[in-house]
């Protein structure tokens, strides 16, 4: 049996499957494949551009954040500062003025002080040297009075003594009596002779001490 020849005649139009299907050249849908996949490529890196430039947005946006809120805490630091500052010049300023103030207070307390202590002291010695003026012209007139009572006491030792001579000379009488026994009764007479002068001497004595306490007393 004879082989049946290939038959050399092209089709001509569309192809079709099995189904009927149109049937499409394989290079054309591996192109399409490329096609896609390269569209697919670029949307990725599209949308990794868009990511980074977000990304970096958001950093820098942070930066920007960060820049105004230390701005802001140094200008608040700042003005603490300066507050605390101005208190600490009010405080020197007010310490200074309290110190001053102490010390003109002091320097007029110690000035009035001083002048108070001056009076005082020359009002003491003006007193003292009135007191000592006064002491010494009593203190003189007392030692004139012990004077005049030391040369009336030596006027009334001039007159009793001779008082005490005479009774001396009775004491010696009565001793010569008794020694001859002229009597009894002359004995008694002479006895009462000698207490009699012997009681004058007595008020002497006690008017001359009485005229010295007169003097002496304060």
């Known amino acids: 049996m004879a082989e049946p020849k290939a038959s050399t005649h092209q089709a001509v139009g569309v192809g079709v499957d099995a189904q009927g299907g149109a049937v499409v050249d394989p290079t054309k ?123 009336e006491g030596k006027g009334k030792q001039t007159v009793a003594d001779p008082q005490m001579e005479k009774l001396s000379a009775l004491v010696e009488a009565m001793a010569r009596n008794q020694a001859t026994d002229t009597g009894k009764g002359a004995g008694i007479n002479l006895v009462w002779v000698v207490l009699l002068g012997v009681v004058s001497l007595f008020s002497g004595l006690l008017g001359i001490a009485g005229v010295l306490y007169a003097v002496l007393r304060p």
């Open 29 to 151: 849908n591996v192109l399409d494949l490329v096609e896609a996949e390269r569209r697919r490529q670029d949307d990725l890196r599209e949308a990794e551009r868009r990511y980074f430039d977000a990304e970096n947005q958001h950093v820098k946006e942070m930066a920007a954040l960060r820049a105004a809120h230390s701005m802001e805490i140094r200008g608040a630091e700042s003005a603490r500062l300066d507050s605390i500052r101005q208190v600490d010049r009010e405080d020197v300023n007010k310490t200074a003025a309290q110190a001053l103030n102490a010390i003109q207070t002091l320097a007029t307390t110690t000035n009035t002080t001083a002048e108070t202590l001056r009076n005082q002291v020359a009002t003491t010695a003006q007193q003292a040297a009135q007191q000592r003026a006064i002491d010494t012209t009593e203190f003189n007139k007392r030692l004139s009075a012990v004077e005049l009572a030391l040369s």
